[in-house]
Every structure is written in structure tokens, then in C-alpha cells.
């Protein structure tokens, strides 16, 4: 049995807890929150026998295996290292961090403590996108990815009456590339490498963050285009052409159908059963490493993220979009 600790109680650990319930070794020992109040009410809520205050007194505890961290993604780094440092195994949402050097700080703790660091980017270890890997060779030669996450924030209402909160604050490393660019960017990174050539664009609001972008990145043989925005909403769908035929994906953050449309009309839909906690998959896959003794996924691994991470610096310096935590790195 792996036991798990949470850092943070907001709904996408909700999302998290009812897929984790879903894996074998799989169990929820321990919830830091930032007061004692919160941590209690959402560890009665979910069985979880021991609350924390302190990050440092939960990673030091001997009560937990593993953690997964879900806080604002400025406090990622700081809280994944001070967990690797005590021997504690790290699921961390996406953006991994604020920014490459931060990457790189949680990466050398991983490796100098011998621990497993992943980045919990679940649409790449859903089995559509393993669908898109397989099924990839029947379109030829791919000329084009072009991705596309665009969905209002419900919290832009507010920050339209002015109220900044966090979704739009850029004390906390977010924006729309960071919250919803990276589900187009991680998957291309998957699939063809680290590109050779970066252009990006994106709309700065005035508190300092990204309502929404786009990217044309360059590869020897092919292009791909990338539009994400957290203030438009969009209904199209993901597509990788190739010379042979193109493939269509119903949701890039988590793959539910996937076509393949050949050039001359025939058309085959590849999609495969899936379950209904789409982050199940991810921890299963965590929970795997640690069993076998790995200490990285060969699928979401410290290099992709390293080139994600490294794309959306890139993005964010021709864009002039600046977080505090680069002035601290």
C-alpha cells in the first residue's frame, strides 16, 4: 500500500481522490492545508487519519509514501523539494513549476533523493492518446499539429467586476498558457520532440497575466499550432495531418474520441474504453513506478516536462509575460 499526503483542498483534489479510490495500494493517510481548520474538514471528509499545517512536519511525519500537490503552481517547487528531501515520492499537478530553473531545482531533489518526481499531466497516460500513438503511422508522413483549449474561466466574471482571484493573479504563476496551453504543448512534446523554432503571441490583461495566446512552433518536416485562451470559449477539436490522412481528437486534455479521416473519404474511428475518473490513470501509473523501483515515467518524463516547461518560457518571454518567481530564480 502506497500512503498518500495531499497538498491542497480544492476541487481538482476532489477530482483526484475519487479516481485514486479507483487503483489498488492506493490510500489517503494525510491532508496539509493552510489552516487547521480546512485540513480537518477535508480529512474527516475523505478518511484521512493524520492534518498537517506545515509542509515540512507532514513530508517528516514517517505517515506518508507519496504526496500529491496541488496547490497554486508558484508554491510547487518549494513544497515538492521539501518533500523529495525527506524521501516522500511526488505526483505534482501541471505546470510542474513557474518556470525551468524551478524544474530544475525539483529534478536535481529527485535524483539526490532517490525518489520518483511526475508531472500530472493525466491526458498522456489516458489509453486515447496511446490510441493516437499506435494508430499515428496510418496518416504518412504528419505535416501539421494543431491543438486547441479554449474554455471561459468561470472566475473571469468576477475579474471583469474586479475581483483578481487567483486564476488571474500573477503571484501564483498561472494564465492561460500555464493552465490550459500546457494540454496542447505536453501531448506534442509526446508525440514529435522539442521544437526547433518558437513564435508566440498572447493577450496580457492588466493584472499582468495571459487571457489567451497562440504558438507556431517549427520542426524540420512539420508545423504545429497551438491556441488556448481562459476568456473565449471554443469547440474545435484537436487534429494531426498527415500526407495520408488526418487525425481528429475530440478533447485534447483528455482524448475521448479519436477519428482517422483518409485522404479519399474512408474514415476509422480508433477510440478506446476509457474510464469515467479520467485521473485514474495517472496515479495508477505513479503508483506502478514506485512499486517496480523506477524513478521515472518513460511516458510524462523529467526531460518533456523539462521541454514543456522550456517552450513556455520561451512563449512567455516574447509575450513580456513576467512572474515574481522568475525575478527570484
Known amino acids: ?109 529527485a535524483r539526490r533523493n532517490g525518489v520518483v518526481l511526475m508531472e500530472a499531466l493525466k491526458s498522456t497516460l489516458m489509453p486515447n492518446f496511446q490510441a493516437i500513438q499506435d494508430n499515428l503511422p496510418k496518416l504518412g508522413r504528419v505535416r501539421r499539429f494543431f491543438s486547441s483549449y479554449c474554455q471561459y474561466s468561470s472566475r473571469y466574471d468576477a475579474y471583469k467586476q474586479g475581483t483578481v482571484l487567483n486564476a488571474f493573479n500573477p503571484a501564483f504563476s498561472n494564465g492561460g498558457l500555464m493552465d490550459l496551453g500546457i494540454y496542447c504543448l505536453y501531448p506534442l512534446v509526446v508525440l514529435f520532440g522539442k521544437p526547433e523554432r518558437i513564435q508566440a503571441n498572447g493577450l496580457l490583461l492588466e493584472s499582468g497575466i495571459d487571457g489567451e495566446g497562440s504558438l507556431l512552433l517549427g520542426y524540420p518536416e512539420m508545423d504545429a499550432v497551438i491556441q488556448y485562451s481562459k476568456i473565449t470559449d471554443s469547440a474545435l ?36 474504453e476509457q474510464a469515467d475518473h479520467s485521473m485514474m490513470y495517472e496515479v495508477e501509473h505513479f503508483i506502478g513506478l514506485i512499486r517496480n523501483g523506477d524513478k521515472e515515467s518513460p511516458v510524462n518524463s523529467l526531460t518533456r516536462s523539462l521541454w514543456t516547461m522550456e517552450i513556455m518560457d520561451e512563449a512567455r518571454r516574447q509575450m513580456g509575460l513576467v512572474y515574481p518567481a522568475d525575478r527570484r530564480s
Not at 496547490?71 to 524521501?87: D, E, L
Open 237 to 272: 477539436p484537436s487534429e494531426i495531418q498527415g500526407e495520408s490522412g488526418n487525425m481528429l481528437i475530440s478533447k485534447i486534455s483528455q482524448p475521448e474520441k479519436v477519428e482517422i479521416r483518409y485522404r479519399g473519404g474512408a474514415s476509422e474511428d480508433v477510440t478506446r
Open 1 to 109: 500500500m502506497i500512503r498518500f499526503g495531499i497538498i491542497g483542498t480544492n476541487w481538482i483534489t476532489e477530482s483526484f481522490l475519487q479516481a485514486a479510490r479507483q487503483v489498488e495500494h492506493f490510500r489517503l493517510t494525510a491532508v496539509y492545508s493552510r489552516t487547521e481548520e480546512k485540513a480537518k474538514e477535508f480529512a474527516v471528509k475523505h478518511g484521512a487519519a493524520f492534518t498537517y499545517t506545515d509542509v515540512e512536519e507532514m513530508a517528516a511525519s514517517g505517515e506518508i509514501d507519496a504526496v500529491y500537490i496541488a496547490s497554486p503552481n508558484s508554491f510547487h517547487a518549494g513544497q515538492a523539494v521539501r518533500c523529495m528531501n525527506r524521501g516522500i515520492h511526488v505526483l505534482c499537478e501541471k505546470p510542474f513549476a513557474s518556470n525551468r530553473a524551478e524544474l530544475q531545482e525539483m529534478i536535481d531533489a
